[in-house]
Every structure is written in C-alpha cells, then in structure tokens.
C-alpha cells in the first residue's frame, strides 16, 4: 500500500531547518559585523540588525518546537490546517520577513502579516472558548456571540502585547522591530515614527474581527469552519484507546 506523504511534516522541518540555519549563519555574522553604520556605506547592516534577526530566529526555532511539546506533554491535539498555517506565517514573518529583509523590500508585507495574525490568533481565541464551553469539569453553554466577541478581544489583546514586547526589544537591544526608523537607520519624525505600530494594530483588529465573523457564522450555523482551525482536547475514551 502506497504511502501517504505527511506535507505538513515535512514544511515544518523544512521551516525549522530554515530558521536554524540562519541563526548559526546570523552568529558568525555578527561577530565580525560593525558596531556603527559607515558613513561611506549607508545601508550597511550593523550588530543591531543582526541582534534583531538572532532573536526573532530564536523565537521561531522555539515556537516551532513548542506544538511538539504540547502535543507530548498535554492532551492538546493540533488540526494539521492550524499547523500549516502557522509554520507559514513564521517562515514568511522570520526567514522572509527578518533575514530575507522582506519587510523593507516587500511592500505592505508587515501589514499583510498583521492582518493574517490577527485572524490566527482570532482562531486561538476560539480554540480556548469552545474548548472550555466543552470541558467535562465546568460545563457551560456560551452564545456564538459571546465566543466570537470573546475570540475577537483576545486576538487584538495579543497582538497589543507583541507591540509592547517589540517597543521594549527596540529600547533596551536598541533594535527596529516597531520600525521607527528606515533600513538606512535614519529615524521618523513625529506622525511618522507612529505609523508602523498604529497600522499594526489597525490590521490586527481587522483580521481579527474578519475571523470573529466567520467563527459566529460557523457557529450559529454549525457550518463547521471555526472547528477545523481550533485546538481540541482528547478526550477520556481517546486517552484510553491511546493507552
């Protein structure tokens, strides 16, 4: 019998080797790397640039790991739809977006990555709500309007968070990951030194709200959309067949 090829497997090695590859390569670099831009050299990449791209490979390696984790050390089962999405936008926000400079060279692709966020972490939301409206422990029967609103402030909460931890890295690592500065370094000044963070936030809450609809459509319809992109939990007669 023929063999079924596992994709998802293999794009998320595929991302995991991408991303530790680029970390060995970005540490050699950034031994040798210049501390201060030269002046004859405008757009000459310095160790901020490469401290930047080290830890945003380091948060990729772990938060590719970390599905495994939950996998063995929980009762966490992750839809292989959930999972290829989120290895994809990793590989395309880290390899692409830092290492690849997609960010600077792409038009609009941080706002493009915002939004798909805000509609993942939309069904993150979602995962967490239904899960609990489903518990064994604390029965409750929650409205699809409640667990859509539910889902919806939890996304743009996240992604109020991510601004807030990429505010403290360009503080104290002295990084560019809220952009307020162009790749030549040059800062932004007054209105446009807020545009990045602000654009952000707006397309986090779009793609947020844009998967809250569709989760209280599938829900008050039980069309079955929300359910393919949510995290489940095993339950007892599963765990007993596994064991």
Known sequence: MKRKINWVN???KFVLFSLILSLLSVVYILIFAPTRENSGEPFQRIKSDYVLIMLQCILGIFAMALPKILKNKTNVIIPSNMMLLYAIFLYCAIYLGEV????????????????FSGFMLGA??????????????IPVALSPSFIAVFAFCFSVSLGALWEIYEFAADGILATNMQKFAAESAVPFVGRAALADTMKDLIVDTLGALVMSILGY???KYKKGWVEALTLKFKSKKEKQEIE
């Open 10 to 12: 293999i794009i998320n």
């Open 100 to 115: 690849k400079y997609f960010y600077y060279h792409i038009p609009h692709w941080d706002t493009i990555l915002h939004t």
């Open 124 to 137: 993150l939301g979602f995962s967490f709500i239904l899960i609990l409206n489903k518990t064994e422990r």
């Open 217 to 219: 459509i599938s829900l």
